[in-house]
Each structure stands twice: as C-alpha cells, then as structure tokens.
C-alpha cells in the first residue's frame, strides 16, 4: 500500500484519464446496445423471428470474442493510446454501416464486423487502471470506467428510441457512429501513460508508483520468464474465466433481450420504454460505483485483497440469482425492481473482477493479455445467452425459463470466485501452479 498521505498528493490527473475511458465506454456500450433497443422498431423492414434476432445479437459477439485473446496481446503490444484509437475508428465506422443493411445477411455481417473493433475496449481499460492507479484505488477506478458500459445501456433506451422517432432508425445508427469518431479524435491527442505525460506531477508519479502502479519496465526476474501460453497454467487464469462468463450470462440479459422482455411480456410502449426501460442500468450504475469504493475503503484499512475481492465478487453474484424471481411476479412494477436489484449485484461484483487483471499479472505486459483471456471466456455467455434466450422464448412463448436458467449460472459464479480462486495475488512470482 502507498504510503505517501492522501493528502499530500498534489494532482489528480489519474482521475481525469479514467473520466475519458469512461465516456469511451459510454460510448461504446452505446453503439453495442443501441441494435438490441431497435429491433423491436425494425420489424416492418426485416420480419425476423426471435431466433434470427438472437442469432444477429449473437453474431457481435462470435466475433467479439473470438478477437479478445488477440486484443489483449495488442494492447499489452502497442499500449493503451494506439490501440483503443484505432478500436475506437473501427467500431465507429461500422455502426454507422448498420444504417444501410437491408436484409438478415448484411445486419449478421455487420454485427460480427463491430463486434472485432469493440474487442480491444476492456482490455485496454484494464491496462489503463493498472497503469494509471495504485492498488488500493483499483476497484473504484474499474467501476468507474465499467460503468460506462451501464450507462451507454441505459441513455440507449431514452438516445436510440428517441433518434428512431424523431430521425428513423437508419440515421440513428449513423449518428451513433459519428460521435465515436469524435471520441477517438479526443483521446489520441490527451492520453499518454504516467512517465510519458507532460501534466503529472512529481508527487502524483511517487504516490502511483508507490502504491503498485504497473509501469511499463518496472517489472523484472522471474516474471520476465514467464510466456503467455504459460498464464493457462494457473488455477487463477481458469477461476476467472468460469466467474466471469457467469456475470456476463446476467449482464447481457440486459445488453440484449431486455427491451424485447419489456415490451411484449410486461406490454411497454416506445414512449414508457424510454421513460422506465432504464431504471435497472441506473441502479447497476451506483451498484458498480459502491462495490468499488467500499472494496477500496477495506483495502486502505488494511484488508487482504484476496478476502474483499471474494467477498465482494460472490455477494453480488448472490444478489443478482433474483433475476429469476422478476418472472413470477405480477405487476410490472416489481418486475422492473427485482430486475434492477439483479443488475447492480451483478455490477456490484464486476468493479472487482475487473481488478483481477492488474492483481494477479505477474508483470505489467501480461495486464491486457490476462484481461482478454477472461474476457474471451466470458463473452461465451454472449454467444450462448441470446441464442438461448432467443430459442426457449420461441418454445414456451415467456422468457420464464431463460431466466430462471441465468439465476442458476449465477449461483455457479459465487460458488467459483469463493471456492474455486484461491488467493489473488501475482501468478508465477508470489503464487504456485494449479
């Protein structure tokens, strides 16, 4: 832990770095969300069953993740500035394609084109952390970033819906896209990491390297021995990719079928959409922000980052197996509630797991990597969960079923990060295999 007094920092730009990954995840969580929000508007031009539309949901992420494990050695590569300004013009210009599909091939080949210039944006967030902040502010700085990701879902419901009344929903893609581009521009020209940025002071770069900030460089002996094929060796690696593909069969949920579920099962209107539809991803919202900030609060006083990385982790995995409860009440109103409290234990948890990466790296090359690897495990979930979700809402005609299966993977997840990760420490320096 740092010892240099939090009052005697002088400079807060780590947090003014974090602040634009935020709104870059804003933004694209936004263009991720906005083709789940649409397609219930985009019928007359399309007539999809849910199956097609679960498989055009799902088309994002094959290719999304499929790319994850790539994306995390080229952040590690190329660093945070390069890599997430060319994800950014990516996935920016390919929203703004969506506007001229025409037919279920081309919006299928879309989605998996977005879904590779999407992949390098957590990872490189996580290295950004790492980087930028010292361990006992790890967790309020993930949730902050993560949230982006909440908060591009919930202004797609107000944005998108809106855009497609005013404009239709082929310009509204191609607004989206455009301010992507805006957003890539800006980061270019303000990023740099901490040695390299003319506005750090000399306090804030002491404090930072201090507190077990991962400075390119600073790593040496045995975790330069370590080869990447060799990460997969460790119990660590593989807890985190179980845990995390657990949280994501909860999130994406609500990155996909949620305004579908609203609509036709609990009978919401485009207008009552947009005013209510996003009350669950404000909620996730502070869910995130709190799991971070009491996370760092037990490290600063001392806590074991392994204890308050499990405890956090697998109370908001518990909390969010309500999800399966959400159907089997009556009025909308308690389903919209329960769905809320579902949402925020599930982010609750994810301000920790993405602290993961810069916890257990046993050098800062491998921040990125790791974060792909359990990202490219847990975005499985958004291959299976619309798919899934997509075919058993055909066969039973009530989205009873996917949920109740999605609470159970959940409880899966609490079961992984208590029991199967052991301790959260650096792999191959500090910890043994298996």
Known sequence: MATTSRST??????????????????INYLDRASLGVALPFMGETFRLSKTEEGMILAAFFWSYDFFQLAAGWFVDRYG???????????????????????????????????????????????????????????????GIWDSGSRVGGVIALPVVTGLIAWLGWRWTFAVIGVVG?????????????????????????????EGGARFEGDDHGEADRIRWRDLFRYRTIWAMML???????????????????????????????????????LVAIGGE??????????????????????LFISGGFLVSTVIGVA?????????????????????????NIWSLPADV?????????????????????????????????????SFTVPLMVISGVALLGAFTYAVILKRVEPIGVAASHG
Not at 271 to 279: M, P, R, S, T
Not at 327 to 351: D, H, I, K, N, R
């Open 80 to 142: 945070p500035r390069r890599t997430f300004t060319f994800a950014s013009v990516w996935w920016s210009l390919f929203t703004s394609l969506t506007a001229l599909a025409s037919s279920f091939l081309t919006l299928f080949g879309v989605r998996l084109l977005l879904g590779v210039g999407e992949s390098p944006a957590a990872t490189t967030s996580a290295k950004v952390v790492g980087r930028w902040f010292p361990r006992h502010e790890r967790a309020l700085a993930t």
């Open 243 to 281: 845990g995390f593909f657990c949280l994501n069969m909860v999130v994406y949920f609500f990155l996909t079928f949620f305004p579908t579920y609203l609509v036709e099962e609990r009978e919401f209107s485009l207008l009552k959409l947009g005013l209510f539809g996003a009350l669950p991803g």
């Open 327 to 351: 159907v089997w009440v009556p009025e909308a109103w308690m389903a919209l509630a329960l769905l809320s409290v579902a949402y925020a234990g599930s982010t609750f948890a994810a301000a």
């Open 361 to 397: 790296a046993p050098a800062d090359r491998y921040v990125a990597s790791i974060g792909g690897i359990q990202n490219f495990a847990s975005n499985f979930a958004g291959i299976v969960s619309p798919i899934m979700i997509g075919v058993l809402v055909d066969r039973t005609s």
């Open 9 to 26: 920092v002088r400079g807060r730009l780590r947090w003014y770095m974090i602040s634009y990954v935020f709104a870059g995840l804003v």
């Open 181 to 209: 581009l805006l957003w890539a521009y800006g980061w270019w020209r303000t990023y740099r990491d901490p040695q390299e940025h003319p506005r750090i002071s000399e306090e804030e770069l002491a404090y930072l390297r």
């Open 289 to 310: 922000w709190l799991g971070g900030w009491l996370a760092d609060r037990r490290i600063t006083a001392g806590d074991s980052v392994t204890k308050v990385r499990k």
